[in-house]
């Protein structure tokens, strides 16, 4: 089991940026495949983005393609999504996953950790 606290969440204005922070506790992250989900009000939960053990591999949604980037620090047991040119529809809670295989069939199995999310508000 690994513990995911997000962080960086917050209110902005459509074109703004932000920077999401998922600091994992229990096991080191280096062990698992990262990535960010996130949920909007009244709508399923949605994969954004996946980056794999050492980094050489990443995968995005269609939407945030080309606007969100993903990175890792094993080191410091840290993810992060850079969200640029932040749109209302990216309005959401955003959750960070651990997953022990890589790939969007794997992501929401039992096996998966999660974080408890944070809210991310982009106003028009």
């Known amino acids: 089991q690994v513990q995911l606290v997000e962080s960086g969440g917050g209110l902005v204005q459509a074109g703004a940026s932000l920077r999401l922070s998922c600091a994992a506790s229990?096991?080191?992250?280096?062990?698992?495949?990262m990535g960010w989900f996130r949920q909007a009000p009244g709508k399923e939960r949605e994969f954004v983005s996946a980056?794999?053990?050492?980094?050489?591999?990443?995968d995005y949604a269609d939407s945030v393609k080309g606007r969100f980037t993903i990175s890792r620090n094993n080191a410091k047991n840290t993810v992060f999504l850079e969200m640029n040119s932040l749109k209302p529809e990216d309005t959401a809670v955003y959750y960070c996953?651990?997953?022990?295989?890589?790939?969007?069939?794997?992501?929401?199995?039992?096996?998966?950790?999660w974080g408890q999310g944070t809210q991310v508000t982009v106003s028009s």
């Open positions: 229990g096991r080191t992250v280096s062990n698992y495949v």
């Open positions: 980056i794999t053990r050492n980094a050489d591999s990443t």
């Open positions: 996953f651990a997953s022990l295989w890589y790939g969007r069939q794997y992501y929401q199995g039992e096996r998966t950790n």
